[in-house]
């Protein structure tokens, strides 16, 4: 064959691989994004042990929420160029979507402690800390398990079961709340803060749900 034509099936052969699409990491990405929630949701569990310091808690969540909202830019940047995707791009972007929510409020409630000068917590916040924990733990195995194809276990139910808890707990803390609170303040104070903390096991729930949903579609 011609030197010429040896060089010109080269160079179509370079430009065939250059165009073959490649498969990004994104079970990495998005374990690593629910790494991050479960880190904050952490921390968020230990201000509660030294409230009285809880500012220095909120900005170290707040460092964890940059984190996470950079590791969600980069998925997103990558669907918008990507030929291939192991899953449908649009469940990815609703994966990271929900997954960032939770950060999002755990970063909201750590301040709001600030702005409503809240002094010494209910005992009923700390619990709802221990279960936003608890879900954060079990989505992050929940995306490891994605990650390495496999079936999703028992971590949908155990959020499941940790979202139910939260809406007991809810009701109980607003009974609580009207029952024992005197100051008008105080209660409107407490009844946004226990909101709040109800939606964001509200939100792990919403994140198992897509996953299942992720699960049984690709199978």
């Known amino acids: 064959m011609h030197p010429s034509l040896v060089i010109t099936k ?12 490649k498969e990004e990491k994104y079970f990495r990405s998005l374990s690593e994004l629910a790494a991050r929630v479960r880190a904050g949701s952490e921390i968020f569990l230990r201000l509660f042990d030294d409230f009285g310091n809880h ?5 170290e969540i707040k460092s964890v929420e940059v984190q996470c909202d950079t590791i969600a830019a980069s998925i997103t940047s990558r669907l918008n160029t990507s030929f291939i995707t192991p899953i449908d791009r649009e469940d990815i972007f ?15 409630l750590a301040f709001r402690f600030d702005t409503y000068s809240v002094k010494t917590p209910r005992s009923e916040a700390v619990e709802f800390a221990r279960l936003i924990h608890q879900g ?8 490891s398990m994605l990650e390495q194809n496999k079936n999703l276990g028992d971590h949908p139910k155990n959020i499941n079961d940790i979202e139910k808890k939260a809406d007991h707990l809810y009701r109980d803390a607003i009974r609580r709340l009207f029952t024992e609170e005197k100051d ?36």
């Open 55 to 59: 500012h220095k808690f909120a900005d």
């Open 94 to 108: 609703l994966l990271v979507k929900e997954v960032d929510d939770i950060m999002d409020a755990i970063n909201g």
């Open 136 to 143: 954060a733990v079990e989505l992050e195995h929940a995306f």
């Open 184 to 219: 008008p303040i105080e209660v409107i104070k407490w009844m946004s803060i226990f909101e709040t903390l109800e939606d964001a096991t509200d939100r792990c729930k919403d994140v198992a749900e897509a996953l299942e949903g992720v699960v049984v579609k690709n199978k």
């Open 10 to 21: 080269l160079c179509q052969g370079f430009v065939m691989f250059s165009f073959i699409p």
